[in-house]
């Protein structure tokens, strides 16, 4: 069975620019989630889907977006890229409520660098 | 605001020896599960166990464990007869509820020494 895939793996763009990220869950997983790991500072939440919703959102400013498809895949969107955007974004794969009990799935990340 | 720390940037331990991990959170709920996760290095994250609040005894999965202090809000992590393969970042998280949001400490970068 296929884990959670990221792509792309590493991703460089300078200050700016506008960086998308993509994340397809485990089969039968209906909800997305986006954590920023940014060196030092652990993981920070980003945001939730579920079933084609926003269902939660970190803090964040809206530059970080997103959205899930209805094949359930996700895609992470970062407009105005700043230096300190420069991070391992993780996306994880559950069912609805599986964040409660811990049960997320994680993918490898994608390594952004913002020049 | 729910808060998890680990005071613990780095750890080292021989091969076969015990290690314990510290892992403090703030919480004014009653109901809710504390987990410790593995992140070896450029590989996924995985669920190492985890604990809810409501249960007295300490989960235990093979050689690890924890010891949960509901009032002192303390949950660490205990790796008995470590091994190589136990090199990581491991993070302790706290459910956050109803928003099915996880929050995270800052990690604890574990060598293990041969």
């Known amino acids: 069975e296929a884990g959670v895939t990221q792509s792309p793996t590493h991703l460089i763009k300078t200050r700016g620019q506008q960086a998308t990220l993509r994340c397809s869950p485990i089969?039968?997983?209906?909800?997305v989630y986006w954590y920023q790991q940014a060196l030092g500072l652990g993981l920070q939440f980003l945001l939730w889907?579920?079933?084609?919703?926003?269902?939660n959102r970190g803090n964040f400013p809206p530059r970080f977006s997103g959205r899930q498809f209805p094949n359930y895949s996700s895609e992470l969107n970062v407009n105005a890229l700043e230096l300190e955007d420069s991070a391992l974004y993780l996306c994880?794969?559950?069912?609805?409520?599986?964040?409660?009990?811990?049960?997320?799935?994680f993918g490898e990340g994608s390594r952004l660098t913002v020049l | 605001a729910q808060t998890v720390t680990q005071s613990q940037p780095e750890m080292s331990v021989q091969e076969a020896e015990t290690v314990t991990l510290s892992c403090t959170y703030d919480?004014?709920?009653?109901?809710?599960?504390l987990f410790w996760y593995k992140q070896p290095p450029s590989r996924q994250m995985i669920l190492v166990i985890r604990?809810?609040?409501?249960?007295?005894q300490n989960a235990t999965e093979n050689r690890f464990s924890v010891n949960f202090q509901k009032a002192a809000k303390s949950f660490s992590l205990k790796i008995s007869d470590s091994q190589l393969g136990d090199a990581a970042m491991y993070f302790c998280?706290?459910?956050?509820?109803?928003?099915?949001?996880?929050?995270f400490g800052t990690g604890t970068l574990l060598a293990v020494q041969p």
């Open positions: 604990q809810e609040a409501y249960k007295q």
């Open positions: 089969s039968g997983h209906t909800s």
């Open positions: 994880a794969s559950s069912w609805r409520q599986g964040a409660r009990t811990g049960e997320l799935f």
């Open positions: 919480t004014s709920e009653s109901d809710y599960y």
């Open positions: 998280a706290y459910n956050q509820g109803a928003t099915n949001k996880l929050i």
């Open positions: 889907y579920d079933e084609g919703e926003e269902r």
